[in-house]
């Protein structure tokens, strides 16, 4: 299977709580990404995480890691129309390998 | 602006076309990727250099043939492409691949590459 791994699409209603998830499965992962692409544009860095980390908070945005499960989430508080985009998840690994492998992405739709 | 910039933001070429990708950073950092990103398979990573010099070569065709004359710019050179070729590529930079294993990217907005 893929390294990390994301479900497709998710549809939420604007003011409620999102919540994508992301499974990976390289123990030796350091540090834990999301990124959004917004249409027509590239990624860009919405937060990160080191494994050694359970919670991140910033704002709207809570990640919560499970590294027994290699299993990381990104919740999005009070959603508004404008977090409709594609969610990225990645992970970097201290293998000598720099570059970040990507998830396949979670395409948010926020229905007003 | 993301500081990441990537010209044409379109491109339509015929297999038989030669055409180059162009990326500059405006971000002092060390470190250039090119990713693809299709509707079939998640972000791949196809090239990174670091200092001008390449790191990494993703197993890529050699009808794809990257370039970096400098920290600051980065080319993907193109020639006898094959439809399925096709897919928004992605310039990325970041501050050192070097050292710091925590290596955030920043992304231009890509060029949407088609192949007839």
């Known amino acids: 299977g893929e390294d990390v791994e994301q479900s497709l699409f998710l549809s939420v209603r604007e003011g409620d709580s999102s919540v994508i998830n992301c499974t990976y499965t390289?123990?030796?992962?350091?540090?834990l990404y999301w990124y959004k692409q917004e249409p027509g544009a590239g990624l860009q860095l919405l937060t990160y995480?080191?494994?050694?980390?359970d919670m991140k908070q910033d704002q709207r945005l809570t990640v919560l890691l499970n590294k027994k499960d290699k299993h990381l989430s990104l919740r999005i508080a009070d959603t508004q129309t404008g977090d409709s985009a594609i969610y990225f998840c990645?992970?970097?690994?201290?293998?000598?390998?720099?570059?970040?492998?990507f998830g396949s992405g979670t395409r948010l739709q926020v229905q007003p | 602006e993301t500081g990441v910039t990537q010209t044409p933001r379109h491109l339509v070429m015929g297999m038989t076309n030669k055409k180059s990708l162009k990326c500059e950073q405006h971000?002092?950092?060390?470190?250039m990727y090119w990713y693809k990103q299709s509707a079939k398979k998640p972000l791949e990573l196809m090239f990174v250099?670091?200092?001008?010099?390449?790191?990494e070569n993703n197993s890529v065709p050699s009808r794809f043939s990257p370039e970096c004359p400098n920290s600051s710019h980065l080319f993907l050179h193109l020639h006898t492409l094959q439809p399925e070729d096709s897919a928004l590529y992605l310039c990325?930079?970041?501050?050192?691949?070097?050292?710091?294993?925590?290596?955030?990217?920043?992304f231009g907005s890509g060029t949407q590459l088609s192949v007839l």
């Open positions: 990325a930079s970041s501050q050192d691949q070097g050292g710091a294993t925590n290596e955030k990217l920043f």
């Open positions: 390289d123990s030796s992962s350091t540090y």
């Open positions: 995480i080191f494994s050694n980390m």
């Open positions: 990645a992970e970097s690994r201290d293998t000598g390998r720099r570059a970040l492998t």
């Open positions: 971000l002092g950092h060390n470190a």
């Open positions: 250099y670091n200092f001008k010099e390449q790191t």
